[in-house]
């Protein structure tokens, strides 16, 4: 029979406390570096975000500063039509 078959020997308390050590440690490791991944995907959504809606917030500007001067325009024409009557 292959070694598939063979049960592992018995281990001692001590033993079994440290592979059980062990294998906490691992869990931890994966939870800790899971929670990085997760941590760095954030990070790199809000900073995307956060370029995103600065591009936008001044491409709204520059429209609205140019409404405004065609606003101030349109006005002066008023006034001046207005006052030359």
């Known amino acids: 029979?292959?070694?598939?078959?063979e049960?592992?020997?018995p281990m001692d308390a001590?033993?079994?406390r440290t592979v059980a050590n062990i294998q906490?440690?691992?869990d931890?490791?994966?939870l800790v570096e899971i929670v990085q991944l997760n941590l760095?995907?954030?990070?790199?959504?809000?900073n995307d975000f956060d370029s995103a809606t600065?591009?936008?917030?001044a491409r709204v500007n520059e429209k609205l500063t140019r409404l405004e001067r065609?606003?101030?325009?349109?006005?002066?024409?008023?006034?001046?039509?207005?006052e030359g009557e």
């Open 1 to 5: 029979m292959g070694k598939k078959d």
């Open 7 to 9: 049960e592992p020997p």
């Open 14 to 16: 001590a033993t079994r």
């Open 24 to 26: 906490a440690d691992w």
């Open 28 to 30: 931890n490791r994966e």
């Open 40 to 46: 760095l995907t954030i990070t790199k959504f809000l």
């Open 54 to 57: 600065r591009y936008k917030l």
């Open 70 to 82: 065609t606003l101030d325009s349109c006005e002066a024409a008023v006034r001046a039509t207005l």
